[in-house]
């Protein structure tokens, strides 16, 4: 579904030149065309139609031309269907998917494609824009993702659509065409969802070469086994929610794959003109008398021009291009695709969506599902720059250092700063940044001197890892057979030798991983702190996806690998006794913990709290994390399996 609205829009935007070119007035252009004309002698006036006639008769051939592309992806495998599928429905909580879809835009962030050729406006039927969007509704401050709301929202997140009303860099507005390499702040946008609330189908057979539906047509390319090939109008493909399809045992199967990409034709009005032009020009050769003649030219008008002027430049264009087999071989399909519609944009027009829908097993009939009501949701905002939301944060803020790319000498990467000034020319076949001073370039590590605006290679290591205060960065090296990691200051000095698998500073303290079952503890001066018998530690939240705040508590290990709860400043809130501490995914002060049984066969849970303190004897055979469907928590006592509310759980066990 994401790709058949990018594609409708990006069309309609890129192709609306084509669209546009419909007045009915006479422009200065028109009227010193038809000038022209009229200045001519009438023998000479005729001849020159003539020939014109010849041209429009061979343009008017030409705007027959269309263009698809096949691409399809899939495994091409069948897969025996024993049963059908679900009826096709539609069962949306309105009232669910518009508190998910407001959620959805208060936390929109958008990222910017740094590219130098983005003023040339050129149409790539799968290329990047300037600006991409993402929003964090559904991850936790740490990325883990939260699931309920992840699927809630997932079957409407393809059509949310984000129109960009302006931009802003500084805090001033700037104009689209002068942002360039500058790193823009925020996006004024209005953000749309729609999405529908009842259907009906109509049904394509396996021997159909064609299917109405109300006023279109859609035309059965192919119907072979267990793929289907359609051209669908535009306007009705905007409303195509589904497809389904039935086997030669009439079971009911779901698609499995579907492509979809614009079929590219002259658009049908600039068609319309040139049979217009064509006419005035017949009605011209038939007039006898000079001056009835010259006056039918008044009839021409400035579509009429534009249409002949720019289909003769377009036929040109592919006569030359076509005659070019080895350039065609060169760009291959895609590439053919977006070299036409660039070359075309004047005259190209989209009115048929050619899809490719795919199923499990062979098709005897295809219902398709079209939307006949539908809700429009709607929200202004304004959003924000999302430094790399969905990876570890590694620009500056006030002066990042950002990989662009150049389509000169072909595609080469460089580095600007926020204003779009070029420190690093673009000389990289392939760059990327792992912090806002360290990039990998063609598999070569760097450090970027900004000041000197040079790259210096660092081939004594074999990655950059993260920096855990300026000018003390963490790097892995080669040491015998494994990479080990250390931290090093101004890449030059070693602060902490390279025996290490990790680090993680949290606060005032870093932990340093040497083994799997081995921390050592650090300053922020990286002096080593007294462990209180610790021999591993972890955030007690680390493995748990949730959306609510957990405080900053530490699940440690002894050399028993008995478990405690250390609070931020590494105090012992507990002793090492427990087999586990487990936090809840609905509660953010209340802890799970075990203890294991007399016979060391299975445990005894109870709760502890943030402070450490038990507050529930360990009495129950088993709790679970997560609560019931009906918001209860599930505990077994006694082994029966009970579920209560959790406050009322606390209060009827208390200690």
């Not at 059908?84 to 208060?106: G, M, Q, R, W």
């Not at 779901?254 to 068609?271: E, H, Q």
């Amino acid at each position: 579904m994401k790709l058949k609205r990018i594609l409708i829009l990006l069309l309609t935007s890129t192709f609306l030149y084509a669209c546009s070119q419909t007045p009915t007035s006479q422009a200065p252009e028109a009227k010193k065309y038809i000038a022209s004309l009229k200045a001519m002698k009438y023998d000479g006036l005729k001849n020159q139609l003539r020939k014109d006639t010849a041209l429009l008769n061979k343009l008017i051939k030409t705007a027959t031309f269309t263009l698809q592309l096949t691409s399809h992806f899939s495994s091409g495998e069948k897969t025996k269907v024993d049963k059908s599928v679900p009826e096709f429905e539609i069962n949306h909580d309105e009232t669910t998917i518009k508190a998910l879809f407001d959620d959805y835009c208060k936390k929109l962030l958008f990222e910017q494609n740094f590219n130098d050729g983005y003023a040339d406006s050129t149409f790539s039927l799968y290329g990047q824009d300037m600006f991409s969007y993402e929003s964090r509704f559904s991850l936790t401050d740490d990325n883990h993702i939260l699931e309920k709301k992840d699927s809630l929202f997932k079957p409407f997140k393809d059509n949310v659509v984000t129109h960009e009303k302006a931009y802003f860099f500084r805090g001033k507005k700037i104009a689209k065409t002068d942002i360039g390499l500058k790193r823009i702040d925020s996006i004024q946008a209005e953000i749309s969802l729609k999405f529908p609330t009842d259907f009906e189908r109509f049904s394509i057979d396996k021997s159909a070469k064609t299917q109405d539906y109300k006023d279109a047509t859609i035309e059965v390319e192919s119907l072979k086994e267990n793929m289907a090939q359609l051209k669908i109008p535009m306007d009705l493909y905007a409303e195509v929610i589904g497809y389904q399809a039935y086997n030669n045992q009439n079971l009911r199967m779901n698609s499995n794959a579907l492509s979809a990409t614009p079929m590219l034709g002259i658009d049908k009005k600039v068609s319309e003109s040139l049979k217009e032009l064509l006419d005035i020009f017949a009605e011209v050769l038939k007039e006898n008398e000079e001056k009835n003649g010259k006056e039918k030219l008044d009839k021409i008008r400035q579509n009429q021009v534009d249409a002949k002027e720019n289909m003769t430049e377009f036929d040109a264009y592919l006569n030359k291009l076509f005659k070019d087999e080895e350039k065609i071989k060169e760009l291959g399909d895609m590439g053919l695709y977006n070299e036409i519609a660039n070359a075309g944009k004047k005259v190209i027009g989209v009115q048929t969506q050619f899809v490719i829908v795919e199923f499990p097993d062979d098709i005897k009939s295809i219902d398709v599902f079209v939307a006949t009501k539908s809700v429009s949701l709607q929200n202004k905002a304004m959003v924000k720059y999302g430094n790399h939301y969905l990876n570890p944060k590694y620009f500056d803020e006030a002066k990042p250092n950002i990989v662009f790319y150049s389509k000169e000498n072909g595609r080469k990467f460089g580095i600007s700063n926020r204003d779009g000034e070029t420190i690093i020319e673009p000389k990289f076949d392939e760059l990327r940044q792992v912090a806002n001073e360290y990039f990998v370039g063609d598999e070569k590590l760097y450090w970027l001197n900004v000041a000197g605006k040079k790259m210096v290679p660092l081939p004594q290591f074999v990655s950059y890892v993260q920096t855990l205060k300026p000018g003390y960065d963490v790097f892995e090296k080669t040491v015998g057979n494994e990479d080990k990691s250390g931290v090093m200051l101004n890449r030059e000095k070693t602060i902490l030798p390279f025996e290490y698998y990790r680090f993680e500073k949290h606060g005032q303290f870093i932990i340093a991983s040497k083994t799997h079952n081995l921390d050592e503890l650090y300053d922020l001066n990286f002096k080593k702190i007294p462990n209180k018998g610790i021999r591993k530690i972890h955030l007690v939240d680390e493995f748990i996806a949730s959306d609510i705040k957990y405080p900053t508590l530490f699940e440690a290990e002894d050399v028993n690998k008995k478990k405690a709860l250390v609070d931020k400043n590494l105090n012992l809130l507990t002793p090492f006794k427990y087999e586990f501490i487990n936090p809840f995914y609905g509660v953010n002060n209340y802890f799970m913990a075990g203890i294991r049984t007399a016979d060391g066969s299975n445990y005894w849970y109870g709760i502890i709290d943030e402070k450490g303190k038990e507050v529930t004897p360990f009495i129950f055979c088993h709790m679970s994390e997560e609560f019931d469907k009906n918001g209860k928590f599930k505990f077994c006592l006694k082994d029966k399996s009970q579920a209560m509310d959790f406050a009322s759980f606390i209060k009827t066990y208390k200690k």
